[in-house]
């Protein structure tokens, strides 16, 4: 994901990610299902552009993850998928290969059914 993609794609993350009560400082996870999969898609997103956060339990109970500044981690189930920052942007295609088809496709068809 070049540059570009990856900013616009993590701008559309912090303007469509229901926030509830979490405060600004702090990072955002939400989990929403899959339509194509049996797991749900977790984000845990950093909108901070200075601190990196620990987040627990993510992606599954007793784990912990790292979220640096002006960063989206993404997970289908308990399986790391990709990240999308302000600056740059992967998808773990090559761990999904049973998939119809790529997980980035998948993610972004099912956020925008759930949240736009």
Request: hydrophobic share 40%; glycine share 6%.
């Amino acid at each position: 994901m070049d540059a570009t993609k990856a900013v616009n794609s993590f701008i559309e993350l912090c303007e469509f990610i229901p926030t509830k009560d979490t405060a600004l400082d702090e990072p955002i996870v939400t989990t929403f299902p899959s339509t194509i999969h049996e797991r749900d898609w977790t984000i845990v997103l950093n909108g901070d552009p200075t601190e990196e956060y620990a987040v627990e339990d993510v992606p599954a109970s007793g784990a912990t993850v790292t979220v640096r500044p002006t960063q989206a981690l993404i997970f289908l189930g308990e399986q790391h998928a990709g990240i999308i920052g302000a600056g740059a942007g992967k998808f773990h295609e090559d761990e999904f290969e049973s998939l119809e088809s790529s997980v980035k496709e998948a993610f972004f068809n099912d956020f925008e059914e759930v949240f736009m």
